[in-house]
């Protein structure tokens, strides 16, 4: 079983700070993605990483994908409240399933 | 496109009874997923559904579980019978292959 750790677990911040989440495997994932899930809500996919080095930015979230492929951080810049939710990343090492995280609950205060 | 469509949104049945969740992929998907969300274990991937043909069932929890997808547009994750260790937030999701997965907004089910 491909296990994915996150953390932390919980995050409780004020609103301009800076912070970063991470997300740890043993195992080698042929790409990992994050999603952002809100109260009563499904996930939604914010990024896609497929190359081991690779950084994405998405206006104020940088996401990097670990040079071996087996890690990933996500770091946000000036959070802001509406960053608030559950952060998962997934790991894809076959067909279309996906390994999850067990997430980072962030929540960014005004 | 609505996107993915489940109901109900909520559900509370006694232990002992049969329940059954509904999903409705997006049209053209031909990927479909059941999760279970819970505190302790997280996101966990109950079935996948390849053009509507059971691919990977390896999460399913027991025999009290089963999943149909009888055609493209509809799919059934049935518990029988329901346990209180069964309360959780079921997700359907679909894709197109090896791509992006949309959720549907969930089924809280707590079974009393």
């Known amino acids: 079983t491909q296990l994915l750790e996150q953390s932390p677990q919980f995050l409780s911040i004020q609103e301009g700070e800076n912070l970063t989440v991470y997300c740890n495997s043993s195992s080698v994932f042929s790409s990992l993605q994050w999603y952002r899930q809100e109260p009563g809500e499904g996930p939604v996919l914010l990024v896609t990483?497929?190359?081991?080095?690779e950084v994405k930015k998405l206006k104020r979230l940088t996401f990097q994908f670990g040079d071996a492929r087996k890690d990933s951080s996500l770091h946000i810049t000036a959070a802001q409240p509406g960053d608030t939710g559950l952060y998962l990343c997934a790991g894809a090492a076959g067909y279309s399933t996906l390994t999850f995280g067990k997430g980072t609950m962030l929540l960014v205060s005004p | 496109d609505a996107g993915v469509i489940q109901s109900p949104r909520h559900e509370v049945t006694e232990m002992g009874q049969e329940v059954t969740l509904r999903c409705k992929p997006i049209s053209g998907h031909n990927s479909l997923f059941w999760y279970r969300q819970t505190m302790m274990r997280g996101l966990e991937l109950l079935i996948y559904?390849?053009?509507?043909?059971?691919?990977?069932d390896s999460g399913m929890p027991e025999d009290r579980f089963s999943a149909k997808m009888p055609n493209a547009s509809f799919s059934t994750l049935k518990i029988q019978p329901s346990e209180p260790r069964d309360s959780a937030v079921y997700f359907c999701?679909?894709?197109?292959?090896?791509?992006?997965?949309?959720f549907g907004q969930g089924t809280r089910l707590t079974v009393v």
């Open positions: 559904f390849n053009n509507n043909v059971p691919i990977d």
């Open positions: 990483v497929v190359t081991g080095g």
């Open positions: 999701a679909s894709s197109l292959v090896g791509q992006q997965a949309f």
